[in-house]
């Protein structure tokens, strides 16, 4: 069976910090074996289908060949031996940043519908501003500065999206380093954006309708998902 | 750090030590020479981790190759000869640390500086969006230059900070991280639960991390 | 998903091998999606690393010569 997985610059797990053989011109890598009773996160070759691909997010991203009886479980493949075959080369650097670019404006258009929809109109212009003006991302700053803490305001949850985009914390004015100094690579970011652009669009809804945070979580993911399949031309 | 332990050295350590093993017994000094420079140095700091004294901890380093020798004849090869030498420390320097002042009891878990540990580092439990978030940000270390763990000030915070570790914290990280021993090895060399190794494990190691941080910084 | 604090409180459970699968997969997937969380894994994985290598201290000649002293007196005693 062709999954697909992702790996860390070096073509290492992030975890196992294992390093994978990889394919050459025209021979697909070697086969990794593991010994053992296959067990979902304890043991085994880890893969993942293109709907799960948002959540593994990382440096490389590799189609990888599977062998042996297929264990699906809590959103991943696991299998007893597996072999990469190539390297996807449209996920990079650029399509990582392309990826956050995404996110951001359908958490924009998000956050501006639900405070229309509160009468909040300055607020709301910020928003949809923010990337277009010049002082755009300083303005939802200086706005998410005064906002009360008490209650998530959509506002304050993009001033936190411009301060994680840079690689920073929420919160924290201090400018993030740059990756080859330790700070996170461009995937790493396009995972936390991923991921926290979800929970913000799961947050809004939850604060409109109790409940309704897994609902609107998964909506976002399974957007950003067919966004990704699609841009990275991604056939299996 | 590699532990004479595993499979393939086993064989060799194993046949080797056979043969150290009658030579001790037979008083070959060489061969006691031998078995100290190679045990010597790790023992000296293992001891240090139990003992502030340097002192105290070349006493107890004494004390335990005098019992090692008291015991070659009984010594049944159960486990490699440098677990057993380990061991005997572990009993020598756990009944020194009572009698000393910077004795903690090596079962009971000493609680300084264990929840208090980074009060600032995360968000509250209950901030409307990031409870219990990291607030800073976390350098990877992978990415540093070789040699900015070598740094005079970066091994200076290591040694301090492992100084300044309650003795059954120090012992652990000394033991598992520094000397390589295994978590199960060293739950009995110290007479602690695989349970309670974790934690101070944990707390040691944490507490080492914090110090490089600072010193990195 | 576990929170950063979780991450913090249960790595060495986590490098032990002492969490569930299940515990295992929370803790992962919080690494994956959190850039701080991936920056303290690699800290803490570089110590325990910058420890192994270490090299132990210099053993005192003095106190080399009074062990050996004690491995002849009991040597003496053997006979």
Known sequence: ??????????????????????????????????????????????????????????????????????????????????????????????????????????????????????????????????????????????????????????????????????????????????????????????ANIGFVCAHIAAQLAEQESAGAYDESFARERLRQSTWLVEKLQLER | MSSPETSHARGASRLDERELLERLRAGDEAAFRQVLTEFGPAMLRVAGAFAADSQVAAEIVQETWIAVLHGLEAFEERSSL?????????????RRAKTEARSTPISSLNTSGGDEREPN??????????????????????????????????????????????????????????????????????????????????RARLAIRQALEEALD | MFSCRQIYDLITEYDEGSLDAGERRQFESHVVICPACRGFLSQMRATREHLGHGSAPEFPPELEESIVSAFQAWKKQQR
């Not at chain 1, 296959?38 to 993942?48: M, R, W």
Request: aromatic residues 8%.
């Open chain 2, 82 to 94: 440098r677990t057993w030498v380990f061991t005997i420390l572990g009993n020598c320097a756990r």
């Open chain 2, 121 to 202: 580092g995360f968000f509250d439990a209950n901030h409307s969006r990031w409870a219990s978030c990291w607030t800073t940000i976390n350098t990877r270390w992978d990415a540093l230059p070789e040699d900015s763990l070598t740094t005079r000030e970066a091994e200076n915070s290591i040694i301090e900070s492992l100084r300044s570790l309650p003795a059954n914290q120090s012992a652990v990280i000394t033991l598992r991280d520094l000397e390589g021993f295994s978590s199960d090895q060293v739950c009995s060399l110290l007479g602690v639960s695989p349970g309670n190794q974790r934690v101070l494990l944990h």
């Open chain 1, 1 to 190: 069976m062709i999954a697909y997985k992702f790996l860390s610059s070096g073509s290492t797990g992030l975890f196992s910090r294992f390093a994978w053989p990889t394919p050459a011109a025209d021979a697909p890598g070697q086969w990794v074996r593991v010994d053992g009773e296959i067990k979902p996160c304890l043991n085994g070759i880890h893969a993942c289908t293109r709907a799960q691909l948002v959540e593994w997010l990382d440096d490389e991203l590799w189609e990888i060949e599977l062998d042996g009886p297929v264990l699906e479980a809590d959103g991943e493949l696991i299998a007893p031996a597996g072999r990469l075959i190539r390297g996807i080369e449209n996920w990079n650097d650029e399509s990582a940043r392309a990826f956050v670019s995404d996110c951001v404006e359908s958490t924009v258009a998000l956050a501006a519908e639900s405070l229309v929809q509160a009468g909040r109109q300055v607020e709301a212009e910020a928003i949809t501003a923010f990337r277009s003006r010049p002082d755009g991302e300083l303005n939802v700053l200086q706005l998410a500065g005064t906002l009360d803490d008490a209650k998530a305001s959509p506002v304050q949850f993009l001033a936190d999206v411009v301060r994680l985009e840079r690689g920073g914390r929420p919160e924290l004015d201090e400018e993030a380093p740059a990756t080859d100094a330790g700070g996170p690579t461009p995937a790493a970011l396009a």
